[in-house]
Each structure stands twice: as C-alpha cells, then as structure tokens.
C-alpha cells in the first residue's frame, strides 16, 4: 500500500476538494486523482462522492477516513521515535506564533512545556503564515502556531483554539446583532498583505461562499491596523472577536448560512525530527489544558 496515496487521500478529506489537495500537497491534481483512484481500487471501496457541489466521504469512506488517520499518526509517532532514539533532542523547542495568537494561548503552551516527561524551554518568533511556514519547512522552527488555513499536509496539524469573528462596519451604525456573510459582502474590507493569516482566512471564506470580495486599494500591515482603519471609516473589516481593540459603531457576529463563523487556531510540526515525540505530546497537552473541563468528562 503506498503511504503517499493515504497522505493524498488524508488531504482531500481535510479540505474537501481534489483541488485544493493538489495545492497544498504541491502535486498535479490528475497524480493526486489517480494515486487516490489507485488505493480505492486497492481497498475495493469508494472513499468520495465527487460532483460539482464538492467532495465528501461516502458511507465506506466515513469509516475508513479515520483508520486512514490512525494509520498514518502511529506512522508518524514511529518515525518520530526511531529518529529520537537515534539522535541527540534539542534541549528547547523553537516556536512560531502569527500574530493572532494571543498571549493566553502563548502562556499555555510555555506551561505544556513544562510539563512533558521532559521539560523544554521555548524560543519564540513571530511572524506572518507565509514567513512561519518557510520557516517550519526549512527547518528553522519546530512548530507554528497559525490561523488554520495553510495547504501544508505533509505536517501534523491540531487545531488548538478557536474563536468567533466579527464584522465591523462603520455604515451599519449602532446595529451590532448577528449577521449573514451574504448580508455583508458587498462592503469594502481592509486587508492585510498576502502573507497574513487573517488576509488568507477572509479570502477563504468569501472563496467558498462564491462571494466576490470588494477590496480597501490601501494595504493594513496587521490585523492592528485593519482595526484602526476601520475604526476611522476607511472600510469594514473581519477581526477574531478577541482582536477588536477599538469602539466601532457597529461591531456584529458574523454568520454563514445560520452558523457562526469562526477562525480556527492550528498546531503545526513536523514528525520526522528528533523532537517529533516531544512535540506530539506538546501538542496533546496543549489542546487539554484549553478543553471545558465538564466538555472533556462526557
């Protein structure tokens, strides 16, 4: 069975498109189509409905999907461990966190590294997604904590938080109740460089609601400054809610189709280094001390 094969597949199941598989993974998308044909073939079952609206897993492939997993986290865990047993383990863990990432979610993973079998020290970078993930494929970082919302699935990804997201709109005075995406996208919204987390979430999310998103001409250099701008009528924005710093005249949950929107905070780290073991159980760690206590004993 050809491990690359579960890797495309793994892919298509996280982003739901054979597309956007191929584009993360860095492959065509015929040799991601036929590698993924290839290994249904071999299981004898189909893993994906494919048609226009999208790709989702079939009844056979809602089961295998997460044995396809399972398979490949021991593998990765396997890996990891030959490659700690087999040479030395840096005594700190070099961490890159986007500036979304608050301090909160910063602190507690200092307190996750305290905590493992062997306790590590953290050095910190922060950086935009594009500079961080140059970084975690170089070999510069150990691990990043981003927006999640970078095509990197040759790496183990954990999403680690989440938060809502807001609309501020400073031509929708005083009105701060919820509101639909549609309702909202023929505003102008200040954006970020290409480089930013945030800038990648909102186009992201206008992409997959087959929204045309009407750009600010300006460019905000942080997520600090969109916030400023909007707080001065330059255009509207969407901010984590936790990230809106300034009054704004109207500042509403955004929804999309009845649901709230919500941005997504990820673990990313590779598995094949000597501190692999280490940064799963980080990781791990991580996502338990920021689980709702009555949430995790049911």
């Known amino acids: 069975m050809n491990i690359e094969a579960l890797r495309y597949v793994q892919a298509v199941s996280r982003t739901g498109s054979f597309s956007a598989a191929a584009r993360a993974y860095g492959v065509t998308q015929p040799a991601l189509s036929n590698g993924v044909a290839r290994l249904e073939e071999e299981l004898g079952v189909t893993l994906f409905d494919r048609s226009p609206r999208g790709v989702r897993p079939t009844a056979h492939g809602a089961r295998i999907l997460p044995l396809i997993d399972d398979v490949l986290d ?18 700190t863990i070099r961490l890159g966190v986007s500036p979304l990432i608050g301090a909160d979610l910063v602190a507690r993973v200092f307190q996750a590294a305290r905590s493992l079998e062997r306790p590590r020290d953290l050095v910190l970078r922060e950086a935009d997604l594009e500079p961080l993930s ?148 980080l990781v791990t760690a991580l996502v338990r001390s920021g689980e709702d206590p009555e949430e995790s004993g049911k």
């Open 134 to 281: 140059g970084d975690l494929r170089a070999g510069r970082l150990d691990i990043v904590l981003v927006p999640a919302v970078a095509g990197m699935p040759a790496f183990r990804h954990r999403v680690v938080a989440r938060e809502p997201v807001v609309v501020v709109d400073p031509v929708a005075s005083g009105d701060d109740d919820p509101v639909e995406l549609k309702a909202v996208a023929d505003a102008t919204y200040i954006l970020g460089p290409g480089t930013c987390g945030l800038t990648t979430f909102t186009t992201e999310l206008f992409r997959g609601g087959d929204l045309a998103l009407h750009a600010y001409p300006g460019e905000a250099a942080s997520f600090r400054a969109v916030d400023e701008w909007a707080a001065i009528g330059l255009g509207s924005a969407l901010l984590p809610r936790s990230k809106v710093a300034h009054e704004h005249a109207s500042c509403r949950p955004l929804l999309r189709a009845g649901a709230p929107v919500e941005i997504a905070y990820e673990a990313v780290w590779d598995c094949d280094t000597p501190l692999g073991a280490d940064l799963d159980d």
């Open 74 to 91: 021991s593998l990765d865990v396997l890996v990891a461990d030959s490659r700690r047993l087999a040479g030395p383990v840096a005594e």
